[in-house]
């Protein structure tokens, strides 16, 4: 089968072969992959390691063979992939043996993967095979970030900075869903435009001053995944005793903390990851009810799997992005 991969330091399509389900496992053939900031550093973090590993995170497609002991699935089944291996039920922290799925493990960005059954969930029907390949691990931190952590509720302000990340896209249509008031920062006007369209209420320059753009606003909450660049300034914006949540750090993991203003300020930082099995679920059920269509920006097939990673890299996406497996 073919399979992008990362090997010797080199990232390449290859002909690997093809995997099969054991006990308790499937074969998946996926239709789509999708990417996520996440691959981007994949490479980086193996160095020059030998062994090929299939890189992704997030896919969708069609079972086609079940190993034994497999009951609740069954061949032409149609999947979604659960990224989040190893936690299933709902818990503070995720448990010991939690591994993201693409590293160390094989990953999407192939023709065929073999799972344990216990991480697929049936494709939500009203998706197409892009938006449901790449669904699973932006919508559940999304989710999880936003409820689960960052516990907003109906008439809260919640204030995202980068617009154009997967996750806020999700972001922006949960909060707007459970009756918050949405406002975005990009650098991008086309993005700002995007995202107002998307449901936020507003949409401001990254590179604008904030306090001044929102000083008619309270802000309660801040999901902030971009790290460095606007961590101390999503806090000017909150209000005093608000929460702010992070789970990601795009543009440096190290930030300076003024922590005078912090106490004084009575702020909440909320540090959150992914999620569990369970709350994938109420995710997918939220999605379904409130029937949330996942912004795919742009398409590549496999076999352009760098370039679309490099799309990424460097930000030009609004949304998803995603790869063509099979048509
Ligand atoms: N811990 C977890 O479980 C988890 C899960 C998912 C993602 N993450 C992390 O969360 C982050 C978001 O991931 P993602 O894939 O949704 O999005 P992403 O591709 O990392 O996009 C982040 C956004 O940040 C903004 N940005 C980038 N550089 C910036 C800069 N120099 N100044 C200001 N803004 C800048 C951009 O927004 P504009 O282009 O709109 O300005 C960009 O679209 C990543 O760091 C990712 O690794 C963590």
Redesign the pocket.
Known sequence: MKAFVHEYGELQLKEMDKPFADHGQVTVALKTAGL???DCAVPGRRGEKADALILGSDGAGVIESVGEGVTEFAVGDEVIINPSLGWYENSDVPPEQFEILGMPDHGTFAEHIVLSAEQLEKKPAHLSWDEAGVLA??GL?GYRALFTRGGVTKGETVFI????????TFLIQFAKQAGARVIVS???AA?REQAEELGADRAID?NSSWPEALADETVDLVID???K??FNRSLEVLKKGGRIVT?????EDTVELNLRSFFYGQYQLIGT??GSREELRAMLDYVDSHQVQPVVDRTFPLHEASDALNY?KE?KQFGKVALHIKE
């Open positions: 996520n900031r996440r691990l932006a931190t900075p980068g617009a154009g990340s997967g996750v806020a990009s650098r991008s993005k990254t995944s971009v790290g660049a606007t789970f990601g750090a795009t543009t990851t992914m990424v930000s």
